[in-house]
């Protein structure tokens, strides 16, 4: 019986490990092209030139909450237990950015974040009891 449970742990573990990695390569993608978003308004602002100053806030706290993602991602599928304490308020303040600029895509980043924050939570939770097994 203690075998079967240890090989039911090492498979959750297994599967943990591969939804993990889907996950983070979707993350990873998309938190490229924010950074490179980020760069560039960053510098034409240091140029001087004309830039909403409230969409380089916006793509900067984009910038972070992924960072931060993608760093809970990677140690979730390492096996670790990340820290994940300021995600949701980055995210809370990110969607209060949103709806302060009246984005147009508002319903669309509302769901693509609380998912986000869901899974990493969900996959946090999930190891936990895992290492505990």
Do not use: C
Not at 24 to 32: A, I, Q, S
Not at 85 to 113: S, T
């Amino acid at each position: 019986m203690e075998e079967r449970r240890r090989r039911y742990i090492a498979l959750q573990r297994s599967l943990l490990k591969a939804k993990t990695i889907y996950v983070l390569r979707k993350v990873k993608e998309e938190r490229f092209t924010i950074v490179d978003e980020k760069d560039e308004l960053k510098k034409a602002y240091m140029n001087d030139e004309d830039v909403d100053l409230e969409m380089l806030m916006t793509v900067t706290t984009r910038a972070k909450i992924h960072e931060q993602s993608y760093t809970a991602l990677q140690k979730i599928r390492d096996g670790e237990i990340p820290d994940i304490e300021r995600l949701p308020r980055l995210i809370n303040i990110h969607l209060k950015q949103l709806k302060k600029m009246g984005a147009n895509h508002m319903v669309d980043n509302y769901k693509f974040y609380t998912e986000m924050l869901e899974s990493i939570q969900q996959n946090t939770y999930w190891l936990k009891i895992l290492k505990s097994s």
